[in-house]
């Protein structure tokens, strides 16, 4: 059997706290994997990590925090409860794209706008019609192409929405970035990125304008549709059987971890080293996958290369020095890797990354 490697950058599961051995063996001391999720021991755990939650994000005390499986879940919800006729889609990567598909699914006439990697967009062109469009729908952080749009681009895009909502994919920046979570409606993202968690919990984030949307819309044929669930979250619930242990680590999480006010400035400063790394020294021929600095993202460092170097590098970080690099996703796949700067990713793990890189610039030939 192959050993775990020493340090992971995958973005997705990612790395986990390794506080999460003990708190896995408290979940279980505790009598957590068998708590009934209607009884009032659950629902004080709901209390507390949606309070613990809530301060540690910045997360505005008006706003509503639902628990789901996933942020693709999510997408779902969003289009089933608060889309009776369409929404709108900007993205230039595979996640923002699979979005916008499965809106066209379920509401045929959503449309979308793909932009370049390198481009940020002008919000003030965005061909949208605001008294017709029901959902505006952004990716702030596409994992696929490590982008990232700035908060003054969604401010701009929210002051013309008009009518409808703005809803965010933050599902590789929530926990890793201060999102200001009053320049939008809607915002979701899975636990097994920047929040340290294992796959399997998804949190969503709706703005009183959200909340009343849904009530107004009233949309119930789903099992989980927002009205059902924003009743059940009134007493502390959830609609389904929830990931009791997931939201119990998010619990101890949050209150092990530092605010986010503390988090982002390290998460910047660390992700602008690695770009100056990859700029200036381009160890070997690597550079940023990205050219335009103002559409990087922090939380996820693409890395661009000959396929042979690629596969050479992955292979030998895995074999030689322990550590797994994330792929290139879809058509970038075998021209990057992927580097996740996450807060569970110790510093430790990025010097032993370019300890790695500078030592295979040394070797003779290179």
Known sequence: MTPPPLYTFNPGPAAVYPELRQYLTDAYDEGWLSVPHRSERFTALVRQTLEATRAKLNIPQDYTILFTSSATECWEILTQSLTPRHSFHLYNGAFGQKWADYARALRPQSTGLRFDINDVPDPAGLPFVADETDLVCLTQNETSTATQLRDQFILNVFNRVGPALLAVDATSSLGGLALKFIKADIWFASGQKCLGLPAGLGLLVLSPRAVARAREVGERAHYNSLTSMLAQMLNFQTTFTPNVLGIYLLSRVMAARDSIKVIQPHLQARAQKLYDYFEQVQ????????????????????VRGPVALIEEVRRRARDEAGLHLGSGYGELKSTTFRLANFPAVPDTAFEALVRFLESLRAEPGR
């Open 283 to 302: 160890p070997l021929g690597l550079r940023p996958l990205i050219d335009n600095a103002e559409a990087r993202s922090t939380t996820v460092i693409g």
